[in-house]
């Protein structure tokens, strides 16, 4: 095997390698694409904060939930615990459920106006998406 052979084989064993990096695992669940550990343990996105422009949109959605309204909150630039602990809030003074997704708070229920004031209250910006 000549070294050309010898270099085109590595390259070729290096992008292989690149496309077999493991997303998922049944013991620990998701994986990072970039650190390659467990999302929960995940070290290369701590402590970079969300980036936004200071804008929180309210908008209520029905699309692809059987018909039944969610009020979604976007725009927020908090770490997870901050946003989790908002959601609690917001839920909490709406009495209903809800879930924190992707950095976009979910709440059950047509609660748009409320949230925006209760958003404003806490210092926010706050906009309204839709209709």
Same mark, same amino acid.
């Given at each position: 095997?000549?070294?050309?052979?010898?270099?085109?084989?590595?390259?070729?064993?290096?992008?292989?390698?690149?496309?077999?990096?493991?997303?998922?695992?049944?013991?620990?669940?998701?994986?990072?694409?970039?650190?390659?550990?467990?999302?929960?343990?995940?070290?290369? *996105?701590? !402590? &970079?904060?969300? =980036?936004?422009?200071?804008? %929180?949109?309210?908008?209520?959605?029905?699309?692809?939930?059987? $018909?039944?309204?969610?009020?979604?909150?976007?725009?927020?630039?908090?770490?997870?615990?901050?946003?989790?602990?908002?959601?609690?809030?917001?839920?909490?003074?709406?009495?209903?459920?809800?879930?924190? *997704?992707? !950095? &976009?708070?979910? =709440?059950?229920?047509?609660? %748009?106006?409320?949230?925006?004031?209760?958003?404003?209250?806490? $210092?926010?910006?706050?906009?309204?998406?839709?209709?």
């Amino acid at each position: 095997m000549g070294l050309w052979e010898a270099f085109a084989t590595m390259s070729v064993m290096k992008s292989l390698q690149s496309l077999t990096a493991l997303v998922y695992s049944t013991e620990t669940g998701r994986m990072c694409p970039a650190c390659r550990q467990p999302v929960a343990l995940c070290v290369c *996105k701590k !402590g &970079v904060p969300p =980036v936004g422009d200071g804008i %929180v949109r309210v908008q209520r959605e029905t699309k692809g939930r059987g $018909g039944k309204a969610v009020t979604v909150v976007r725009g927020l630039t908090l770490d997870e615990p901050a946003l989790a602990a908002l959601a609690k809030q917001l839920k909490a003074a709406c009495g209903s459920g809800g879930t924190v *997704k992707e !950095g &976009v708070i979910e =709440v059950q229920g047509d609660h %748009v106006d409320r949230l925006m004031g209760l958003l404003r209250e806490k $210092g926010h910006i706050v906009k309204r998406m839709g209709g």
